[in-house]
């Protein structure tokens, strides 16, 4: 079966530190994209960052990186310079590129962020 | 406009009772999902249809049944609900999976289910 794990249950950082929560999956295929979404109290899923497992470039957006090791099959998100809005559930994900796919997704890291 | 509505956002109602989900997308997506969050946050696949096929069809008790009248719509029916159905049921959609889809998975708003 196709997994992904997120070995942090919980994590806390420092406003305007930074933090960085892992991920690993387990896939035989050599195509797919990697997601990580937050998850605020709101309820909403929003997506911070994705990556193309082709592409040996890690992504950025913003103050959000991501570290992409395919051999290893992992891949962490760095969030630096922490505000309090980034307190939330972190959801790692991927997708294989075959027809009918969907999203598999770890089990979240409790991310919060102390003044 | 939101992209994908789904309702209502909260739906508090008696074991054995039958209740619908509805959900639409205006994405123009060809594939919708119904993924079920449970009480630890954990999120899984219940089913997913691309252009009102179904192409995925988890191990899910047959009291779930999902309808989908065209692409744009996918409603989620269960029948005699019990108290583990208790959950948050979110609505997706996406493009189609393939090379270089780079596409993420557009969420509803989620619904959270509570049945006493």
């Known amino acids: 079966a196709q997994t992904v794990t997120q070995s942090q249950p919980e994590m806390s950082v420092q406003e305007a530190e930074t933090v960085t929560l892992s991920c690993t999956y387990d896939?035989?295929?050599?195509?797919?994209?990697l997601f990580w979404y937050k998850q605020p109290p709101s309820r909403q899923m929003i997506l911070v960052i994705r990556?193309?497992?082709?592409?040996?470039q890690n992504a950025t957006e913003n103050r959000f990186s991501v570290n992409f090791q395919k051999a290893a099959k992992s891949f962490s998100l760095k969030i630096s310079d922490s505000q309090l809005g980034d307190a939330a559930m972190y959801f790692c994900?991927?997708?294989?590129?075959?027809?009918?796919?969907?999203?598999?997704f770890g089990p979240g890291t409790r991310l919060s962020v102390l003044p | 406009d939101t992209a994908v509505s789904q309702t209502p956002k909260y739906l508090v109602t008696q074991m054995g009772n039958d209740k619908s989900i509805k959900c639409e997308q205006n994405?123009?997506?060809?594939?919708m999902y119904w993924y079920k969050q449970d009480s630890k946050k954990f999120l899984k696949i219940m089913f997913s249809?691309?252009?009102?096929?179904?192409?995925i069809n988890e191990t899910v008790p047959n009291r779930f049944s999902p309808k989908s009248p065209d692409k744009a719509h996918l409603n989620l029916h269960i029948n005699s609900l019990e108290l583990g159905d208790s959950a948050v049921y979110f609505c997706?959609?996406?493009?189609?999976?393939?090379?270089?889809?780079?596409?993420?998975?557009?969420f509803g708003s989620g619904t959270q289910l509570s049945v006493l």
């Open positions: 997706a959609s996406s493009r189609v999976a393939g090379p270089k889809t780079n596409e993420k998975l557009f």
């Open positions: 896939t035989s295929e050599s195509d797919y994209y």
């Open positions: 990556q193309e497992a082709y592409k040996q």
């Open positions: 994900a991927y997708r294989l590129l075959h027809y009918g796919q969907n999203f598999v």
């Open positions: 994405l123009g997506h060809d594939t």
């Open positions: 249809y691309n252009n009102k096929e179904l192409i």
